[in-house]
């Protein structure tokens, strides 16, 4: 299910293939025979259960549906095993998740309920057969989305809305022998986008924030570093943050090189999605920034001489990929170490506020900010108004 978003078509559901895709992603549509070959390998020699391909279908069907909608809930959730490792997996995939107790039907407006079958023949039973009947003015029904699994099929070759394939379990072989081409899967994605344009308007595109709350006594008042500690291991990583502050690199001559260099001071906003969560600068010293150049990859350390950040490329890209070949050659043994420009290291944000955001429902969201007169005072803290 998905929160309702001002004249926003929901998207009915339909068990079918494939429309014509942009040539970045072509694929070719699979016959009837085709589709059950594949159903019965993947069922058979490839030792895949019916339980397990629902669930990984399941899987790709709840990611696409993510993609464009922004919040999942499943309703009437029922207690087995297939049902509750589907949910963990879209929660350990970051998606943002709503149980069933705590929402009101009234809020939703897109419900999906999906048709699964392999290679089904014959007439669909009720209540399918109503769902996909064909419309009193003789046009088959269409979808504003839909998702394809395994492969795109022929029967959806003039579909027009929004496409996705999931099914990221076919082995190469099967790919190979059945001649399937299929789009790339970008990074660890149980999707892939075929085509279509979303109807969402970009007014209307919103999160509900309903991931919990934040109270005072939820941050340490007297070292709010000591929060922030807390919240981003729960999140990512960084470049590099202690008692002192926060410290990122970059290049000295870039544009807010200079402006720090003139102002003395900056300011940075981190935002976690996931989780719902949203001073005085100087220069760190240079054998830190040489450590951390060191340890970035030898590619984005040729990279730091390469780019003059901020600057302008009157000749297009060209002219930098053609000075990132020459450093490249210079630099080809790698028994030999790139020194560090002299342009490039790091400042470190010696913070005297540091404010806390929770999203919260209503856009009435939890802030809470810790300030301090100097870097060497003591932190106070106050709540503001969202």
């Known amino acids: 299910m998905n929160k309702k978003a001002p004249d926003q078509a929901p998207p009915p559901t339909s068990p079918a293939p494939q429309a014509q895709t942009p040539p970045s992603r072509a694929s070719q549509a699979t016959s009837q025979s085709q589709a059950v070959a594949v159903d019965e390998e993947l069922m058979g020699p490839l030792g895949f259960s019916v339980d397990q391909l629902m669930e990984l279908a399941g899987l790709s069907v ?9 919040l999942l809930c499943y309703p009437k959730p029922t207690d087995k095993p297939l049902y509750n490792g589907l949910v963990t ?7 943002p998740f709503n149980e069933w107790g705590s929402i009101k039907m009234s809020d939703y407006d897109v419900v999906l309920d999906a048709l699964f079958g392999f290679s089904f023949k014959g007439q669909p039973r009720a209540p399918f057969d109503s769902i996909l009947q064909t419309g009193n003015d003789g046009t088959a029904m269409e979808p504003s989305m839909l998702v394809s699994l395994t492969a795109p099929k022929m029967g959806v070759k003039d579909f027009k809305g929004i496409h996705y ?17 299929l789009p790339a899967y970008p990074g660890a994605a149980m999707c892939v986008k075929l085509n279509g344009v979303s109807e969402k308007k970009v007014a209307d595109m919103r999160i509900s924030y309903e991931l919990g709350g934040l109270m005072e ?11 922030w500690d807390a919240w981003f291991k729960q999140a990512t990583e960084e470049k590099g943050y202690d008692e002192r502050g926060f410290v990122f690199y ?11 260099g003139s102002n003395g001071h900056a300011a940075f906003s981190v935002y976690w999605e996931k989780l719902q969560r949203q001073g005085t600068v100087e220069q760190v010293s240079e054998e830190e920034s ?9 590619g984005s350390q040729i990279g730091a001489w390469v780019s003059k950040q901020s600057q302008a490329l009157p000749n297009g890209r060209t002219e930098l990929e053609d000075s990132d070949k020459e450093l490249q050659k210079l630099y080809a043994d790698e028994s030999v170490p790139v020194p560090k420009p002299p342009h490039w290291g790091g400042y470190l944000i010696r913070p005297t506020k540091i404010e806390f955001w929770q999203g919260r429902p209503s856009r009435l969201h ?11 005072a003591t932190w106070s803290m106050e709540r503001q108004q969202p």
Do not use: W
């Open 250 to 260: 970059t290049n000295y001559n870039s544009k807010k090189g200079s402006d720090m």
């Open 290 to 298: 040489t450590a951390y150049y060191h340890s970035r990859p030898r």
């Open 165 to 181: 394939l999931g099914g990221r379990f076919v082995p190469p072989a099967i790919v190979e022998k059945y001649k399937l081409q």
């Open 217 to 227: 006594e939820d941050i340490d008042a007297t070292d709010p570093m000591s929060t």
């Open 89 to 95: 997996q879209c929660k350990s995939l970051g998606l």
């Open 62 to 70: 709840a990611c696409s549906i993510a993609e464009e909608y922004p």
């Open 366 to 376: 939890d802030r809470l900010v810790c300030t301090r007169d100097s870097v060497d």
